[in-house]
């Protein structure tokens, strides 16, 4: 099958920095997006990693080592804005289907 | 340039009924999947259009369908509504679909089903 774990829940406080993984099974690998979702808002997308190694984009980094089925998102300087559902996806195919990890919902404290 | 809008926003259905979301994709977007959001699955693929063709079909009955026009705004259809199928039903458009990566959502149509 094909499926993506994260963790459900993680807590930091502003300012931090904070990590959040992704370990995946699929068949047929094209790499690994990120997607940021606040309550009631619209998935955004925030990074893909089609290559092992660090994507930066801003505060926001994401990175993929495909020998272990694995990636992550880091998140520097933490905001309370940053509060949200972050989710891993995965494209199943060179199309538009993307299978989703639960999702892990970041709560930042002051 | 506008987002992908979906409408309507919010749907109070009964059982039995059936109902029908639309999408409208960014203009020049010819891709555009369907998922469908709940606490307990996550999101979950229901299907992608892309030139008027569905190109790829998750695993949900056949209760659920969808059609994308000439314009590529497509639209889902759920017949014989089921509590279960109580959702948020997102929409997400592409430039081609192949090759892209970057998935543009709406801000979804929240389905309740009494």
């Known amino acids: 099958g094909q499926s993506l774990e994260q963790p459900s829940e993680v807590t930091a406080v502003e300012g931090a920095i904070v990590q959040i993984n992704c370990t995946y099974q699929?068949?047929?690998?094209?790499?690994l997006s990120w997607y940021q979702q606040h309550d009631g808002g619209a998935p955004t997308f925030l990074s893909y990693n089609a290559l092992d190694g660090l994507e930066e984009t801003g505060r926001f980094s994401s990175f993929l080592s495909r020998s272990d089925s694995y990636g992550y998102l880091l998140l520097q300087e933490l905001q309370m804005k940053d509060s949200a559902s972050y989710f891993c996806a995965a494209p199943t195919s060179n199309t538009g289907k993307l299978i989703f990890g639960q999702g892990t919902t970041l709560q930042v404290k002051p | 340039k506008a987002g992908v809008t979906q409408t309507p926003r919010y749907l109070i259905k009964t059982r039995g009924q059936q109902v029908t979301l639309s999408c409208s994709p960014i203009s020049g977007h010819r891709s555009v999947s369907w998922y469908q959001q709940t606490p307990g699955q996550g999101l979950q693929f229901l299907f992608e259009y892309f030139s008027e063709t569905q190109r790829n079909k998750g695993n949900f009955p056949g209760r659920f369908s969808g059609r994308q026009f000439s314009n590529s705004r497509s639209e889902m259809n759920v017949s014989t509504l089921e509590l279960g199928d109580s959702a948020l039903y997102l929409c997400?458009?592409?430039?081609?679909?192949?090759?892209?990566?970057?998935?543009?959502f709406g801000q979804g149509t929240r389905l309740t089903v009494v």
């Open positions: 699929t068949s047929g690998f094209y790499g």
């Open positions: 997400a458009s592409r430039r081609s679909g192949t090759g892209d990566t970057e998935a543009f």
